[in-house]
């Protein structure tokens, strides 16, 4: 089945303890995105890849990281957790620039 | 001001109404249009997928984008139960890299 995974789901943390959150998809996909989803503010996006080593930020990329080492593969790495990084978290990938994105079912962070 | 402004509703309907969602946005360089239908706990699933003004129809959804008005809208006949959700409307431009979307309507169908 095509999808995309990510892991945890949920993660109750505190501040300034580092923490990745994993995304990985089976559809070789070529390009992927970071986004956080908060209420009112709907889907922002925090990085994006479009190929394998090459990465651009979103528009909230402060405080995150990310690498892409292999295609399937897209982490998302928060150095030093802060409360205002408590959000909802989604990954999508895409298969070419102007095809659909799919999204994995989100990983809701809470950082104490 | 947002890239994408979005009426976050909530939306009640009695089944078989006909549904009528809408965005604005500002950036006029914005020229793919999306509408994403999002479940409670699941990560977006695309509906509708449009370029350049004008209407699209997929079965009961009706996609229409007025880049004149920068507006768009997502239309929903018959409308069911099932289609209890949160929809989202999202945009980019040519370059594809940035995706920015609105904040979502929830839409709530009565049986």
């Known amino acids: 089945e095509a999808q995309v995974t990510q892991n945890p789901r949920y993660l109750i943390t505190v501040t300034g303890k580092k923490l990745t959150v994993t995304c990985s998809q089976n559809m070789n996909h070529e390009y992927m995105s970071w986004y956080r989803q908060d209420p009112g503010l709907g889907l922002r996006q925090i990085y994006y890849s479009m190929n394998v080593e090459v990465t651009d930020k979103g528009d909230v990329p402060e405080g995150y990281k990310v690498s892409r080492k292999e295609k399937r593969n897209f982490p998302l790495i928060l150095e030093s957790p802060s409360p205002n990084q408590t959000s909802l978290y989604f990954c999508?990938?895409?298969?070419?620039?102007?095809?659909?994105?799919?999204f994995g079912d989100g990983t809701r962070l809470s950082i104490l | 001001q947002k890239e994408v402004e979005q009426d976050p509703g909530p939306l009640s309907v009695p089944e078989g109404a006909i549904v009528s969602l809408n965005c604005t946005y500002s950036n006029s360089a914005f020229q793919y249009f999306m509408w994403y239908r999002q479940y409670s706990r699941k990560g977006p699933e695309l509906l509708m997928y449009?370029?350049?003004?004008g209407n699209k129809e997929d079965g009961r959804f009706t996609a229409q984008v007025d880049k004149s008005s920068k507006y768009i809208s997502l239309f929903i006949r018959d409308s069911q139960p099932s289609d209890s959700a949160t929809y989202l409307c999202?945009?980019?431009?040519?370059?594809?890299?940035?995706?920015?979307f609105g904040s979502g309507t929830k839409l709530n169908v009565k049986p």
């Open positions: 999202a945009m980019t431009s040519a370059n594809f890299n940035k995706f920015y």
């Open positions: 449009t370029y350049s003004s």
């Open positions: 999508a990938s895409r298969s070419g620039p102007n095809q659909p994105q799919h």
